[in-house]
C-alpha cells in the first residue's frame, strides 16, 4: 500500500478526489490520496467527520479486489477494520471495533472508515477505503470522539502512524487476496465491541441485546430476548452510551 502517494494539502473530500484519480487510465492498485485539511470529510449515513487541520490522517485508498465476489464484499470491511484497529493497538495499547467498522478505545471512537465499492455486474472492480484516523487532536465537539494523543499523553509523528497503517493494511490486504477468509472473519468477530455483552441498541426504538457475532453478509447478529435476529447497518445502530448501566 502507498506505493503511489497523492498529496494534497487540502481538499474536499479524499474519496471524491479518489474518484477523480479512479477516472484516470493510469492509476494502480494502492494508490493514496491524502490531505492536511478535509474541508467535507464525511462518515457512514453522510454525517460529518470532524478533524482539525495538520492533526490527524485523513487520507483514502484506490484497491481492485476483482478476486472478490459481490456477496463477499463485507470482507473489505473486515480486513481494513482489522488494519486500522492493528494500528491503534499499537500505538495505544488496546482498541476494538464497533460493527461495521468504526475503531474504539474505552467506548470513545478513534477512527471510522468509508468504503464505495464500483460494480461490474457480480465483480468489484474497484473500490475506495476513505479513512480517518485521529492522531494529535485534543478537543472535539463530540464527546465520543477521541486520538492516539488523549488517549496516550503522548504526541504521534504522523509520519509513522501512516506508514504503520500502510503496512497493517497492505497485510491484511494480502491475506484477503490469499484467500485467508476464515481468518480474517475469525480476528473480526473476536475484536468486535459489545461481543457476548449486553448494551443499548436502537431502531425504531431503544432495545437491549447481546451482540453475537457477524454474518457472510456483514448483518449483526444480535440476541434479543434469548432469540438470534439479523440486522443491517440501516436497521440498528449501537446506542452511543454503550454498555447497560453507563450513563
Known amino acids: 500500500m502507498g506505493k503511489k502517494v497523492i498529496y494534497v494539502p487540502t481538499c474536499h473530500s479524499t474519496n471524491l478526489l479518489a474518484e477523480q484519480v479512479l477516472a484516470d487510465k493510469g492509476n494502480y492498485e494502492g494508490t ?18 470532524e478533524t482539525e487541520p495538520g492533526k490527524n490522517l485523513t487520507l483514502s485508498v484506490i484497491l ?14 473486515m480486513f481494513s477494520s482489522l488494519a486500522v484497529k492493528k494500528t491503534v493497538s499499537f500505538f ?15 467506548n470513545r471512537k478513534i477512527s471510522g472508515i468509508l468504503i464505495k465499492n464500483v460494480l461490474k455486474g457480480k465483480t468489484i472492480t474497484n ?5 480517518g484516523l485521529n492522531v494529535n487532536q485534543e478537543k472535539f465537539t463530540n464527546e465520543n470522539a477521541a486520538s492516539l494523543r488523549g488517549m496516550t499523553r503522548k504526541q504521534h509523528d504522523l509520519s509513522v502512524v501512516f506508514s504503520s497503517l500502510m ?81
Not at 32 to 49: A, C, K, L
Not at 64 to 77: A, D, I, R, T
Not at 94 to 99: F, G
Open 64 to 77: 481492485k479486489p476483482s478476486f472478490l465476489h459481490l456477496e463477499s464484499q463485507f470482507l473489505l470491511n
Open 92 to 106: 495505544a495499547g488496546y482498541s476494538e471495533i464497533k460493527w461495521p467498522n468504526d475503531i474504539l478505545i474505552n
Open 127 to 131: 473500490s475506495i477505503l476513505g479513512i
Open 167 to 247: 503496512e497493517n493494511l497492505e497485510s491484511y490486504y494480502l491475506k484477503l487476496r490469499e484467500s485467508k477468509c476464515k481468518a480474517l472473519e475469525n480476528e473480526y468477530h473476536n475484536s468486535l465491541f459489545g461481543l457476548e455483552k449486553e448494551i443499548h441498541f436502537e431502531s425504531e426504538g431503544e432495545f437491549k441485546g447481546i451482540i453475537k457475532g457477524v454474518d457472510k453478509m456483514g448483518q449483526l447478529i444480535v440476541e434479543v430476548s434469548g432469540k438470534n435476529q439479523k440486522f443491517n447497518l440501516n436497521q440498528i445502530k449501537i446506542h452511543s452510551k454503550g454498555w447497560l448501566g453507563e450513563k
Open 32 to 49: 493514496v490520496v491524502i490531505t492536511d485539511h478535509q474541508t467535507m470529510g464525511r462518515g457512514q449515513f453522510d454525517r460529518e467527520w
